[in-house]
């Protein structure tokens, strides 16, 4: 069955850099999917942060446009979120999710989500 599960979380200080990983396992082999990045801090709704797409494009909130750069390693189905110049209000649980199945004889419907990795970030 399908499984992500998230890395790379940290306490770091503000200005300070993360990279975040979600390895995916069990997605269906004829189906391509959006890789999204989102976070939730506490008492706060989940909220999106980054999405790539399976031919590589990227989209990020604004909040974070120019801090964060999504990127992937397909051979080891692999997503990572570079972040830098961190900001206290980056703090929060990051989620990684599988999403928008697709493609040629894709009968995937699915919607999938990983464990989160904390991030931290003081001032």
């Known amino acids: 069955q399908v499984q992500l599960v998230e890395s790379g979380g940290g306490s770091v200080q503000a200005g300070g850099s993360l990279r975040l990983s979600c390895t995916a396992s069990g997605l269906h082999l004829r189906c391509t999917y959006d890789m999204n990045w989102y976070r939730q801090a506490p008492g706060k709704e989940r909220e999106f942060v980054s999405r790539?797409?399976?031919?590589?494009?990227?989209s990020y909130a604004d909040s974070v446009k120019g801090r964060f750069t999504v990127s992937q390693n397909n051979a080891k189905n692999t997503v990572y979120l570079q972040i830098d110049n961190l900001k206290p209000e980056d703090t929060a649980m990051y989620y990684c999710n599988a999403a928008r199945p697709s493609g040629f004889r894709c009968y995937d419907r699915g919607n999938y989500w990983g464990q989160g990795t904390q991030v931290t970030v003081s001032s």
């Open positions: 790539i797409g399976s031919e590589g494009g990227t």
